[in-house]
């Protein structure tokens, strides 16, 4: 069975540091790669996906996530955080055959300090 | 466009009742899928529907069933109300069948069964 993997439940920041968001996974082949983030009392919000193609994937807010197929990791990146980045990061993965639902990694919560 | 559309936002019940959730997709998406989302479990997947038809299911007792119309609204049901049903239900639309495709989450709706 598929699963994800998000190491750290909690991570920290300075504002205008670099920020990584940690993500694993096990499926067999190469599956879809998600990353959605959560505020309080809101529903998920997708950021990016990795399809096919180039490994670095960019989306919304400056994020971007590079996929390592010999790691099998996705890992989501900023550059420089934002306090307004300080929110619930969630992991995804669905595998290219098969009629299996997203499952979701349990979430990494990002705090961006002033 | 709008987002998807959940409703009711909050729900307060008891142990033993029933409840039926709303979910009105994106315009033009025929996808529906429902979450679970609890501090305990992270989010857990609870079945797909496309074109009125249950595609898949997730791990849940009987007591949660669902349904799709003919405008690819849909809503889920809960019978016979646990407390360990307390959780925020999301649901999610994509424009065709989950694979590649995006999906596209609402705001939940909050369910706290005293």
Same mark, same amino acid.
């Given at each position: 069975?598929? /699963? ?21 996974? /096990? ?21 990016? &996906? ?7 994937? &960019? ?24 306090? /307004?980045? !300080? ?9 290219? !055959? ?17 | ?38 501090? $305990? ?16 299911? $997730? ?6 069933? $669902? ?16 407390? $360990? ?30």
């Amino acid at each position: 069975a598929q /699963s994800v993997a998000q190491p750290e439940d909690q991570v920290n920041v300075a504002e205008g540091n670099p920020l990584t968001v940690k993500c694993t996974y /096990s499926v067999s082949g190469n599956p879809y790669l998600f990353w959605y983030v959560q505020y309080p009392n809101r529903g998920l919000q997708f950021l990016l &996906k990795y399809i096919t193609g180039d490994n670095l994937v &960019k989306g919304s807010y400056g994020f971007e996530a590079e996929f390592n197929k010999s790691q099998t990791s996705f890992h989501l990146k900023k550059p420089s955080a934002l306090v /307004s980045d !300080s929110a619930l990061y969630f992991c995804a993965v669905r595998p290219r !055959s098969g009629n299996t639902p997203l499952v979701f990694g349990k979430g990494t919560r990002l705090s961006v300090i002033a | 466009k709008a987002g998807v559309t959940q409703t009711p936002r909050y729900l307060i019940k008891t142990r033993g009742q029933q409840v039926t959730l709303s979910c009105s997709p994106i315009s033009g998406h025929r996808s529906v899928s429902w979450y679970q989302q609890t501090p $305990g479990q992270g989010l857990q997947f609870l079945f797909e529907y496309f074109s009125e038809t249950q595609r898949n299911k $997730g791990n849940f007792p009987g007591r949660f069933s $669902g349904r799709q119309f003919s405008n690819s609204r849909s809503e889920m049901n809960v019978s016979t109300l646990e407390l $360990g049903d307390s959780a925020l239900y999301l649901c999610a639309s994509s424009p065709d069948r989950v694979g590649q495709e995006t999906q596209y989450f609402g705001p939940g709706t909050r369910l706290l069964v005293l």
